[in-house]
Structure formats: structure tokens, C-alpha cells
């Protein structure tokens, strides 16, 4: 069974970068039919999707922090990462990591998170 | 950007009733992007439906989804104790992806 653990530090100052890594086991990350991606969410509040990464390197973020974010990958590890820099309260949330499967049903393909981690929360304050 | 709007905020209800969840977007949702998500509190999110309409592994046939263009619907049939729990939406469009705020099932 596929699993996939956040890492990382849980405290970060403000205008500092927050670094995560989430290492998948039991699978390969290198299947071109999945993408890899970050979802967070603030304390008692709803999902944000941060961005996603396939094995190639090809990435997709979030418009709203685009300009704040970057996603890697590290084949050679199973793993792949997060840095969002210049941080500030409003980014204190728990931070997934999740598999995004293509999945296909009478010759239509549909993607969605279909492995997640736990969670990690990374709390932004001086 | 699309936006989806999930209603209601929380549904209160018993054991063994039937849910409708509801999940509206700003715009047209391209087809087979739109998703279903269960949440239990201290839990990571857990795929119910993708595509529309199509259950993931293991989600009993009590889900199930439906909808198109910009209104869509999960339907939980008969309620289980285990079903009270945060449902999302979400949609992927032109490299973006979406959630809705979530609706909240309570037991009544």
C-alpha cells in the first residue's frame, strides 16, 4: 500500500522560507501516470491546493502563490518538495501531500488525489 | 478562476436518512474533473468520487455523484455512523485546481 510522509520543521519565523518533503513509499514516483502534490489547510478551515509535479519536472501552482512557491522533485529519493518563502501567519496550516492518479473509465480519463499524507502543521510566528 | 460554492454549510440528520450535498462553479466545470472528498477531524482527506460520478476503491455504492456543467450533487443514500463527517468538492481547469468551502454532515 502506497504511503507518503510530510517532513519537516513545524515552526517557521515570518518572511522566512518553509521547506517540506514528503517521501513516498511502497511505489515509485517515477510512473508517468501519476502527479505528486501539495494541499494545505489553515486550522478549522477548507483545502488549498498549492501546486502539483509530475516525475518529469512539469509543474502547476496555485495562481494566488505562485509567486511564493516552488515544487521539486528527487527521483533518486522517492521524494518530492515544498518551499514557500517570505512566510506570514496566514500560511500556518497543516500541509498534505498527496498522489494525483489518472484514472481511466470507458475511454475518459479523471485525475484526483486518490493517496494523501497525514498532514504536518507548520505554524508561521517569531 | 473557478470558484465552487458547497451547500449547505452543515447538514444535520440521523442515522439511516438520505444526504444531498451540493456543489456549484462560477463557470463550466470541464467534464470528468470534478471530485468528492471525505474529511474525519485530526484525518487526511480520503477520494469518494472522481470523475463526476465514478466511486473510488473500497467507497460503498451508498456514494454517489452526479451533475454536469455547473451543478453537482453527492448523494449519500442511507446514512451510516461513519458517514458524519467534512465533504469537499473540487474541480481542475487550464492548470488550476479548486476546492469548495466544504459542508459539514452532523448527526442530527
Known amino acids: 500500500q502506497l504511503q507518503l510522509q510530510e517532513s519537516g520543521p513545524g515552526l517557521v519565523k515570518p518572511s522566512e522560507t518553509l521547506s517540506l518533503t514528503c517521501t513516498v513509499s511502497d511505489g515509485s514516483i517515477s510512473s508517468s501516470t501519476y502527479y505528486w502534490g501539495w494541499i494545505r489547510q489553515p486550522p478549522g478551515m477548507g483545502l488549498e491546493w498549492i501546486g502539483s509535479i509530475h516525475h518529469s519536472g512539469s509543474t502547476y501552482y496555485n495562481p494566488s502563490l505562485k509567486s511564493r512557491v516552488t515544487i521539486s522533485v528527487d527521483t533518486s529519493e522517492n521524494q518530492f518538495s515544498l518551499k514557500v518563502s517570505s512566510v506570514t501567519a496566514a500560511d500556518t496550516a497543516v500541509y498534505h501531500c498527496a498522489r494525483r492518479s489518472g484514472m481511466t473509465v470507458a475511454g475518459r480519463t479523471s485525475w484526483a488525489f486518490d493517496y494523501w499524507g497525514q498532514g504536518i502543521l507548520v505554524i508561521v510566528s517569531s | 478562476e473557478i470558484v465552487l460554492t458547497q451547500s449547505p454549510g452543515t447538514l444535520s440528520l440521523s442515522p439511516g436518512e438520505r444526504a444531498t450535498l451540493s456543489c456549484r462553479a462560477s463557470?463550466?466545470?470541464?467534464?470528468?474533473?470534478l471530485d468528492w472528498y471525505q474529511q474525519k477531524p485530526g484525518q487526511a482527506p480520503r477520494l469518494l468520487i472522481y470523475?463526476?460520478?465514478n466511486r473510488a476503491t473500497g467507497i460503498p455504492d451508498r456514494f454517489s455523484g452526479s451533475g454536469s456543467g455547473t451543478d453537482f450533487t453527492l448523494t449519500i443514500s442511507r446514512l451510516e455512523p461513519e458517514d458524519f463527517a467534512m465533504y469537499y468538492c473540487?474541480?481542475?481547469?487550464?492548470?488550476?485546481?479548486?476546492f469548495g468551502g466544504g459542508t459539514k454532515v452532523e448527526i442530527k
Open positions: 470523475g463526476v460520478s
Open positions: 463557470q463550466s466545470v470541464s467534464s470528468n474533473y
Open positions: 473540487d474541480q481542475y481547469d487550464s492548470s488550476s485546481l479548486t
